[in-house]
Each structure stands twice: as C-alpha cells, then as structure tokens.
Nanobody
Framework: QVQLVESGGGLVQAGGSLRLSCAAS????????LGWFRQAPGRVREFVAR????????YYADTVKGRFAISRDNAKNTVYLQMNSLKPEDTAVYYC??????????????????WGQGTQVTVSS
C-alpha cells in the first residue's frame, strides 16, 4: 500500500509560480510511475503530467507543456510539479498518483492504483 501526501498548494497571482510536492510512504517508490492530475469544480479529473520510474521520461498535457515540469527524487520518495506562468484556468485541486510499471497507458485515472488527498491551487487574475 502506497500512501501519498501532497503539499505546496496555495493562492498565487496569474503569471506566478508554485511547486507542489508529493511524498510517498513506500520503500519501493522508485518502481512506480508517478502522475499529477487536477480537478476543477464541475469538471472531470484530468491528466497533467507523468514521469517514468527512473525519471528519464516525462509527458505533459498540451495545456501545461512548456510551463510545468515534473521531476522525482527516488532517494527522498518524492515527486514534484514545478508550475510556472500560472493562469486562472490552472485553478484546481491537484492530485498525485502512483501506478505500477507495465500498464498500457498512464493518461487516464484508472491506470493509477494510489492517490493522494489533493492540494488546492488557486490562481487569481
């Protein structure tokens, strides 16, 4: 069982930056694919970014490409999401998630077995 705890959310003005962190309890953290998703009020949870178990491959939603960066530190059992040039439409609850290797896709929520409780990000205009 992997427990994930997000932190780093908050209120920021448009154009600003935030860095989200997600700490995992599992010693086998390094074997999991890690993803970030977000959910705005009244909308479905959507893919934001993911990173391979080694950290060598990263993937982003088109809406955040060039502005967000996902990274991981396996020694600290932590995954990060650096968010720059934030826009009001980035406002949402952000969730980190973990999935075992070998899934056919990591774009959808059903691919992930473990989820954090979420952290609120609010971007004011």
């Amino acid at each position: 069982q992997v427990q994930l705890v997000e932190s780093g959310g908050g209120l920021v003005q448009a154009g600003g930056s935030l860095r989200l962190s997600c700490a995992a309890s599992e010693r086998t953290f390094s074997s999991y694919v890690l993803g970030w998703f977000r959910q705005a009020p009244g909308r479905v949870r959507e893919f934001v970014a993911r990173i391979s178990w080694s950290g060598g491959n990263t993937y982003y939603a088109d809406t955040v490409k060039g502005r967000f960066a996902i990274s991981r530190d396996n020694a600290k059992n932590t995954v990060y999401l650096q968010m720059n040039s934030l826009k009001p439409e980035d406002t949402a609850v952000y969730y980190c998630a973990a999935a075992p290797r070998g899934r056919s896709t990591y774009y959808y929520t059903y691919a992930y077995d473990y989820w954090g409780q979420g952290t609120q990000v609010t971007v004011s205009s």
